[in-house]
């Protein structure tokens, strides 16, 4: 195929990763037959390049491929330790090798067309969208859903990145609940600005997902992260020489109130993180993912425009931009702000609203949860900020840096080495 002769499909995916996977296998589960798709990414993805912890209702179509699911979770802090009962929603880890082999049946199933090359230029003419990719070949589609990672479009009035490093640990001996997760353990020594936490995904009573995470401005250094969690693990009280690390996590997600749009031109919607779908006061993505996923499924089966709702309410948006505000002038410690939210409200609301479905009385009640002298600081602030943002020329955004990798299991000083436990087959270091 040449530049002069474009592929012709109705739906082109400019990505293929979480959004996209999610995408296919939602396509294949509500039917969606008759459409020509193609997928273009340079990469195929495959295997455990990440872990996705999320929570919902239980009985989904994503239950047969979870590695785990916990009905009670743990937020520490200095102070207390606090167990919630999610009931009737449960959180729950999903490794990506079970989400991209699904996907990539759907994909099979949909008999579409696979380019494993970079998208380079998208023109939409309004009524088809021409996708020039690396290599020359080019695709004509009535649609397409790019989820191609991406900078907002300008510059947010707070631009805080969630970071992290974990170790995907294997303990002689039982060291581990895996009864309950530990959501967020804000013992870790706090940032000078930002947030910091540990927590603990258990698969079993030998093995689990431990990590360091900062909302923060800036990325540690790979010593950094190392240092961070191997701190943690030693707060948790286990002992490195019981310990192998069989893998190591690493990632980057924003964390901003700067916009993604969700549809830049009238033929391309946008999913995943580059279209919105990270929600800026947590950096969880899934749910959000997932859902518009489906929206996007059952609209194409019912013949309808692929445009989802939007990934959370504009009131939500507004909200965690004068809650990232109020964490990162200072005017709430991030350990203070999380503990009242847990404290003042049941959990599952709290989850609720972090996934944009909570009503506005349930709001004010969130609202009432925090610290009232720095938030009102936060929304004046906020309200000026936006005001001289319309007043003076639009600032670019900074890309979002790629996650600092290091040497992958040389990155545990006090751990022994290994391969995969057994039962862990698709299991690779990175
Ligand atoms: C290690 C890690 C762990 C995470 N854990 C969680 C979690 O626990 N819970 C949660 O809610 N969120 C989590 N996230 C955030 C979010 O859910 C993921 O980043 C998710 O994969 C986002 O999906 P996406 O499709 O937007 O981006 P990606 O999955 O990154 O997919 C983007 C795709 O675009 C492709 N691409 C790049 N350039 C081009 C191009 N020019 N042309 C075509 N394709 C291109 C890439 O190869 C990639 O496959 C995590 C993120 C990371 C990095």
Redesign the pocket.
């Known amino acids: 195929m040449t530049d002069s002769a474009p592929l012709d499909v109705d739906l082109v995916l400019?990505?293929?990763?979480?959004?996209?996977s999610l995408l296919l296998a939602a396509l294949d589960r509500h039917g969606v037959r008759d459409l020509r798709i193609a997928v273009?990414?340079?990469?195929r993805?495959r295997g455990q390049?990440?872990?996705?912890?999320?929570w919902g209702h239980p009985d989904s179509d994503l239950d047969p491929l979870l590695s785990a699911s916990w009905q009670q979770v743990e937020v520490a802090t200095a102070a207390r330790r606090r167990v919630l009962d999610l009931t009737p929603l449960r959180y729950a880890m999903l490794r990506s090798g079970p989400v991209y082999d699904r996907a990539a049946e759907a994909e099979r199933r949909l008999d579409a067309t696979r380019i494993v090359a970079?998208?380079?230029t998208v023109r939409d003419d309004g009524d088809r969208v021409l996708v020039r990719?690396g290599g020359g070949r080019s695709v004509r589609a009535g649609w397409v859903l790019d989820?191609?990672?991406r900078p907002p479009a300008r510059a947010g009035r707070t631009t805080w990145l969630q970071h992290f490093r974990g170790w995907w640990l294997e303990a002689d001996r039982p060291v581990f609940d895996p009864t309950r997760a530990v959501l967020m353990d804000f013992r870790t020594p706090q940032p000078p600005r930002g947030v910091s936490f540990g927590y603990v995904l258990p698969v079993s009573d030998r093995y689990a997902l431990v990590e360091y995470t900062e909302f923060s401005p800036d990325l540690l250094t790979d010593a950094g992260y190392d240092a961070a969690l191997a701190g943690y693990r030693d707060l948790l009280g286990l002992d490195p020489t019981g310990l192998r690390v069989r893998e190591v996590?690493?990632?980057?997600?924003p964390m901003t109130d700067a916009p993604f749009p969700a549809r830049p031109t009238p033929r391309v919607v946008r999913?995943?993180?580059?279209g919105g779908?990270?929600r800026p006061s947590t950096?969880?993505?899934?749910?959000a993912?997932y859902r518009q996923a489906d929206q996007v499924a059952r609209a194409l089966a019912a013949g309808r425009a692929p445009v989802p709702a939007p990934a959370y309410p504009r009131r939500h948006r507004w909200m965690d931009a004068v809650a990232l505000r109020a964490l990162d002038r200072g005017g709430v410690g991030g350990p203070e702000f999380f503990d009242r939210l847990f404290d003042r409200n049941p959990a599952e609301r709290v989850l609720r609203f972090l996934d944009g479905g909570t009503t506005p009385a349930e709001e004010v009640a969130i609202m009432n949860s925090t610290r009232l002298l720095p938030m009102i600081t936060a929304t004046a602030g906020d309200a000026v900020h936006r005001v001289r943002d319309r007043l003076r020329p639009t600032r670019p955004a900074p890309a979002i840096p790629p996650?600092v990798v290091g040497d992958p299991l040389g990155s545990a000083p006090t751990a022994r080495r290994g391969g995969p436990p057994s039962g862990e087959d698709d299991v690779r270091a990175r």
């Open positions: 400019l990505g293929g990763g979480g959004a996209a273009v990414d340079p990469v993805r390049d990440r872990t996705w912890a999320f970079p998208a380079e990719t989820s191609r990672p996590e690493n990632g980057v997600i999913l995943g993180t580059a779908a990270t950096g969880f993505t899934f749910s993912m996650a």
